[in-house]
T-cell receptor, first 115, second 112 residues
Framework: ETGVTQTPRHLVMGMTNKKSLKCEQHLGHNAMYWYKQSAKKPLELMFVYNFKEQTENNSVPSRFSPECPNSSHLFLHLHTLQPEDSALYLC??????????????FGPGTRLLVL | ELKVEQNPLFLSMQEGKNYTIYCNYSTTSDRLYWYRQDPGKSLESLFVLLSNGAVKQEGRLMASLDTKARLSTLHITAAVHDLSATYFCAGGTQGGSEKLVFGKGTKLTVNP
């Protein structure tokens, strides 16, 4: 595997379910990100982790719970979601070591549908 | 708070024509990124612009940055169908990990 991978690619869940999204990066980066992309809004940053520490929580509801066990893996735990949470969830990574250029590399995304 | 606005949001053009997508941002941003997204796919990095007057070119796409005007442009030269995609600009601030603020995207359709 190369680049940034995400699983599952598609997920359908009920509002009472608990599920998790997984992201893995194979780029040796130190920063990882979760974004939400929906039809109604621009790409929204949700969380940022730098060297496994959360450095940004962009006022995300607590029904979304991130976890970053190491610099290569990032999870997004989901519980009691609402239909308006249906969206494409994108993971990204970047060097994150105060490098000059911090281009973020995106995974393919998880298309989530909440019924 | 950084805000990023793109225009137009939708652009339909004929093959062989030239056009420009504009990206305005509201406050000082250390760097400006352009990304491409094909339908159903993820974002692909195109350019990163770091300083005033920066210009980068790749094939039929050329991006520029004017930090005084807080404006970046993505110029398309002699468009071809393969350029059909949604193009996003994003402003970022310098740091160990960067918080990017994206524009709404410009959906480009190049017609034969």
């Amino acid at each position: 595997e190369t680049g940034v991978t995400q699983t599952p690619r598609h997920l359908v869940m009920g509002m009472t379910n608990k599920k998790s999204l997984k992201c893995e990066q194979h780029l040796g980066h130190n920063a990882m990100y979760w974004y939400k992309q929906s039809a109604k809004k621009p790409l929204e940053l949700m969380f940022v982790y730098n060297f496994k520490e959360q450095t940004e929580n962009n006022s995300v509801p607590s029904r979304f719970s991130p976890e970053c066990p190491n610099s290569s893996h990032l999870f997004l735990h989901l519980h009691t979601l609402q239909p308006e949470d249906s969206a494409l969830y994108l993971c990204a990574s970047s060097p994150g070591a105060q490098s000059v250029v911090e281009t973020q590399y995106f995974g393919p995304g998880t298309r989530l549908l909440v019924l | 708070e950084l805000k990023v606005e793109q225009n137009p949001l939708f652009l339909s053009m004929q093959e062989g024509k030239n056009y420009t997508i504009y990206c305005n941002y509201s406050t000082t941003s250390d760097r400006l990124y352009w990304y491409r997204q094909d339908p159903g796919k993820s974002l692909e990095s195109l350019f990163v612009l770091l300083s005033n007057g920066a210009v980068k070119q790749e094939g039929r796409l050329m991006a520029s940055l004017d930090t005084k005007a807080r404006l970046s442009t993505l110029h398309i030269t002699a468009a071809v169908h393969d350029l059909s995609a949604t193009y996003f600009c994003a402003g970022g601030t310098q740091g160990g990990s960067e918080k990017l603020v994206f524009g709404k995207g410009t959906k480009l359709t190049v017609n034969p």
